[in-house]
């Protein structure tokens, strides 16, 4: 079931956002599609109030005290499993009413000059000498890397009696503001992307979650969790940035490419190794990894960005 739900999510994803991109002007690109996101991150502001009710609330394992030696009987375990119907209910009845509001509602064709090209003429045509392209599919696996690494160790993180001493429960009050940070910010970015180049803006941003990533792990109690709160204001307007900037100028080609970068959201996959570190090295050093990622979103918003067809098709190299 999950794997269904993720593979319509990224069908969506890949259909969605090339044609926010590419139905305006393409110097506005970002903007657009930040204020689309924005919409993206009132749904994920709004879950974890959800999901801390229905699910923490409801369940003996999210009411606990962090740190607690108690061990949950075996029908507690199973409490604590079926408190997931009810959210999941929840979430399947608002998609079919999405689907059938879409399938109502006539959308424009893309430009013609976004459109996929005849096959023939594809030939002449690649993904690979497209230096944004290349660069930003690694730029949004990395991205991810950093973006669900906090998301999925938050909870613990403010858990920790030398940061914020809380239930699980009361942490996800907090995870709301991060999510909540995350919408305030594309929505801002929307509107600072119309004066200010995509990937100025990117680079402003990446530097400020690298300096509060450094905070969250080298310091305890409310100032580190209220760093690590704050990197979802610096992260907001990663993805969607990172997105159009790598598929601006593909042309035809922008649907392929389009792909190319969702399928790189694959990278949120690697959370584990944060794990890994967490569990190896402690939670909070764990979070170095998180600040290493935003040193190479700088690195492409500063020159990996940039259009060009300076890189050789590997197709061509023997």
Same mark, same amino acid.
């Given at each position: ?30 903007s ?6 924005a ?11 959800? $999901? ?22 075996? @029908? /507690? ?15 399947? $009845? ?14 424009? =064709?893309?430009? =013609? ?6 096959k ?15 660069? $930003?599919?690694? @730029? ?7 973006e ?28 709301f ?21 995509? /990937? ?25 969790m209220? @760093? ?5 204001l610096f ?16 042309g ?5 490419g389009? $792909? ?8 949120? =996959? ?19 990894l998180?600040?290493?990622? /935003? ?24």
């Amino acid at each position: 079931a999950l794997f269904v739900i993720a593979s319509g999510i990224t069908l969506l994803q890949v259909a969605a956002n090339p044609y926010v991109a590419v139905v305006g002007p393409p110097e506005t690109a970002s903007s657009r599609l930040n204020l689309v996101q924005a919409f993206n991150s009132a749904g994920a502001t709004l879950a974890p109030l959800f $999901g801390g009710y229905l699910i923490l609330g409801r369940s003996t394992s999210g009411t606990a005290v962090a740190g607690s030696t108690a061990v949950l009987t075996p @029908a /507690e375990r199973l409490a604590d499993a079926q408190s997931v119907v009810l959210p999941y209910l929840i979430v399947a $009845g608002v998609l079919v009413v999405l689907a059938i509001v879409i399938a109502r509602f006539p959308l424009p =064709a893309m430009g =013609a000059s976004t459109q996929r090209s005849a096959k023939a003429d594809r030939k002449g045509l690649s993904l690979w000498s497209h230096r944004n392209l290349v660069l $930003g599919i690694p @730029a949004i696996f990395i991205y991810l890397i950093a973006e669900i690494g906090v998301a999925n160790l938050f909870i613990n993180f403010v858990s920790q009696p030398q940061i914020g001493n809380l239930t699980h429960e009361q942490a996800s009050h907090y995870l709301f503001i991060l999510w909540g940070g995350m919408m305030v910010g594309r929505l801002v970015g929307s509107v600072v992307m119309r004066t200010i180049p995509a /990937e100025r803006v990117l680079a402003v941003a990446s530097i400020g979650a690298f300096v509060v990533m450094l905070i969250a792990t080298f310091t305890t109690g409310h100032v580190a969790m209220w @760093a690590l709160i704050s990197v979802g204001l610096f992260h907001s307007i990663m993805f969607p940035t990172i997105f159009t900037l790598g598929i601006r100028g593909l042309g035809p080609l922008t649907e392929e490419g389009s $792909g190319l970068l969702i399928m790189a959201i694959a990278g949120g =996959a690697l959370v584990i190794v944060q794990g890994w570190l967490a569990d190896t090295y402690g939670l909070q050093i764990s979070f170095l990894l998180t600040a290493a990622c /935003e040193l190479y979103i700088l690195f492409y918003a500063v020159w990996g960005s940039r259009v060009t067809d300076a890189l050789p098709d590997p197709v061509a190299v023997p």
